[in-house]
Structure formats: structure tokens, C-alpha cells
């Protein structure tokens, strides 16, 4: 018996692939800032620091505000 390929079209994206990548972006960009702020207050500049560091729960609420508007929408229609 042959191999045969998966001739199965892609699948459409579905809202929970939507809110992992979604998630996943918005953990990044906060590890990145954490990352920033770390570098910073290590090379002497302690204010930029503080100010970076406050960025991280700013952009996890950010993230979790628009997570959960996305699936209220979802669920409304």
C-alpha cells in the first residue's frame, strides 16, 4: 500500500489559535521589557529602570483587557 499525502485543505484558524498567538506576543513584549529594565538598572541607570520595569504589568493588563474583549465578541455572535 502507497503513502498517501494529507490531501486535506488547511484549516481556518480557530479563536482559540487566535488568543494563543495572541497571548503568546503579549508575554514576549512583556519578557522584553523585563529584559530591558534588567539591562538597564545593571549598566547604572536606575530611573529608566523603574520606568521600563513599570511597562511589564502595564502590557499583561493590556493583553488580558483585549484578550478577554476578543472573547466576549466571539461569544456574542
Do not use: C, E, H
Not at 494563543?20 to 538598572?41: D, E, H, K, P, T
Amino acid at each position: 500500500m502507497a503513502n498517501a499525502k494529507n490531501s486535506s485543505p488547511a484549516k481556518p484558524r480557530t479563536v482559540a489559535a487566535t488568543i494563543n498567538r495572541a497571548q503568546v506576543f503579549i508575554i514576549a513584549a512583556a519578557f522584553i521589557s523585563f529584559l530591558l529594565s534588567v539591562y538597564l538598572w545593571f549598566n547604572g541607570q536606575q530611573q529608566t529602570a523603574l520606568f521600563v520595569g513599570l511597562w511589564v504589568p502595564s502590557i499583561l493588563s493590556l493583553g488580558a483587557l483585549i484578550t478577554a474583549g476578543y472573547r466576549m465578541n466571539q461569544t456574542r455572535d
